[in-house]
């Protein structure tokens, strides 16, 4: 699993209450039902974080190198298409050949279909997936794997269900509530532009940091420091997906070569465009961290960490936790910068006019 292994996808989550103490006891509770009881449809519940099939919740299976961790488990059976269309086309042909029909009617089609899936489903494997979700004791803020709507919505639902609250996705919004008591609701669109007003560029926050963040790298060298973890340096790389809003092309993608330094990136800041999503790097000394980054979420998907030193499994395991709670404290505290900024409207209206001359002055390349 991800967050054990290789890279990690995941957005964080606010805790409204803290964790109950009989966490474990209320998720072993909604722990997910054996295999066999699975027909048609899906089950789902929680597993330990130790395979899929682990259904035994306790402290000692919850629990890995001091972090909570658990796996929200969803089995369901399911005919390949192709083998349902086949078997359905099998069937069609023989009642053609039965009957001397040239055709069959739709809903003579439709009640195969229904009862070859009522045949065959039961015999099929169970597709087995999992989203697995870490905590520390005390901590803050609680990872978890639900990147899609689909996904959270499905995570928040078994969440409440089982701790009886739901969670507060760290979005921009929620972020900039939490740690600075500001309403981005409040904060007037901002053009980064110098050839387009503001009330006709997108209003989001999380568009805002991250075009800021691309500026910022560029323009001030992108360097900060961190209460307790030192000095950062972030840096903006492609793909990048710069989107705007009201007619026109609304969003562009810019993979091959180098988008960053690209005429069309260029062209794209000028038109009033944002940053929507991009891949974004956090450097600390030697160490790096990396990964594709959705602004408006507030979603990593692929987060590169540190090179690991531990060699036990548990080690390992709280290595991996220790620099990704470094990565949320940087992460994190250069959106506070952000928002220092933003909320401004003196220092704000001054960023943006250094940030229109970036715009019409940083050298690009076809």
């Given at each position: 699993?991800?967050?054990?292994?290789?890279?990690?996808?995941?957005?964080?989550?606010?805790?409204?209450?803290?964790?109950?103490?009989?966490?474990?006891?209320?998720?072993?509770?909604?722990?997910?039902?054996?295999?066999?009881?699975?027909?048609?449809?899906e089950i789902h519940g929680w597993v330990s974080g130790r395979h899929l099939l682990d259904r035994q919740i306790d402290e000692t299976t919850a629990f890995f190198g001091g972090y909570l961790r658990l796996t929200l488990m969803k089995a369901e059976r399911k005919i390949p298409?192709?083998?349902?269309?086949?078997?359905?086309?099998?069937?069609?042909?023989?009642?053609?050949?039965?009957?001397?029909?040239?055709?069959l009617e739709r809903k003579e089609r439709v009640a195969i279909r229904r009862d070859i899936t009522a045949r065959l489903l039961p015999s099929m494997?169970?597709?087995?997936?999992?989203?697995?979700?870490?905590h520390g004791r005390e901590a803050d803020?609680?990872?978890?794997?639900?990147?899609?709507?689909?996904?959270?919505?499905?995570?928040?639902?078994?969440?409440?269900?089982?701790?009886?609250?739901?969670?507060?996705?760290?979005?921009?919004?929620a972020a900039a509530l939490r740690r600075r008591k500001l309403d981005t609701r409040d904060l007037p669109p901002a053009s980064f532009s110098p050839d387009c007003a503001e009330d006709t560029v997108s209003p989001s926050v999380g568009q805002d940091f991250l075009t800021w963040m691309w500026f910022f790298s560029e323009a001030r060298g992108g360097v900060f420091r961190v209460t307790g973890h030192g000095e950062f340096a972030v840096m903006v790389?492609?793909?990048?997906?710069?989107?705007?809003?009201?007619?026109?092309?609304?969003?562009?993608?810019?993979?091959?070569?180098?988008?960053?330094?690209?005429?069309?990136?260029?062209?794209?800041?000028?038109?009033?465009?944002?940053?929507?999503?991009a891949r974004i790097q956090i450097a600390r000394g030697q160490e790096a961290w990396s990964c594709a980054f959705d602004a408006d979420e507030f979603v990593f998907r692929g987060l590169r960490l540190p090179d690991e030193e531990a060699l036990d499994p548990a080690g390992r395991f709280?290595?991996?936790?220790?620099?990704?709670?470094?990565?949320?404290?940087?992460?994190?505290?250069?959106?506070d910068l952000f928002l220092r900024e933003r909320a401004d409207e003196t220092a704000w209206r001054e960023t943006l006019a250094e940030a229109h001359r970036w715009v019409q002055e940083r050298a690009s390349r076809r």
């Open positions: 699993m991800s967050f054990e292994s290789g890279r990690m996808s995941f957005r964080m989550f606010y805790l409204p209450q803290p964790m109950p103490r009989d966490a474990v006891a209320r998720f072993a509770a909604h722990a997910a039902p054996p295999l066999d009881a699975l027909s048609g449809g298409e192709s083998l349902l269309r086949a078997e359905c086309r099998m069937e069609e042909l023989a009642r053609l050949q039965a009957t001397g029909q040239p055709a494997p169970p597709q087995l997936k999992g989203m697995s979700l870490v803020v609680l990872f978890a794997e639900a990147l899609s709507e689909k996904q959270l919505d499905a995570f928040q639902a078994n969440i409440r269900q089982t701790l009886g609250f739901g969670l507060i996705p760290v979005t921009p919004h790389e492609g793909p990048l997906v710069f989107v705007m809003e009201g007619e026109g092309a609304h969003e562009t993608v810019l993979r091959r070569g180098c988008p960053v330094l690209s005429a069309e990136a260029k062209i794209s800041l000028l038109s009033g465009k944002k940053l929507k999503r709280q290595e991996r936790m220790s620099r990704l709670g470094a990565f949320k404290e940087a992460f994190l505290s250069l959106y």
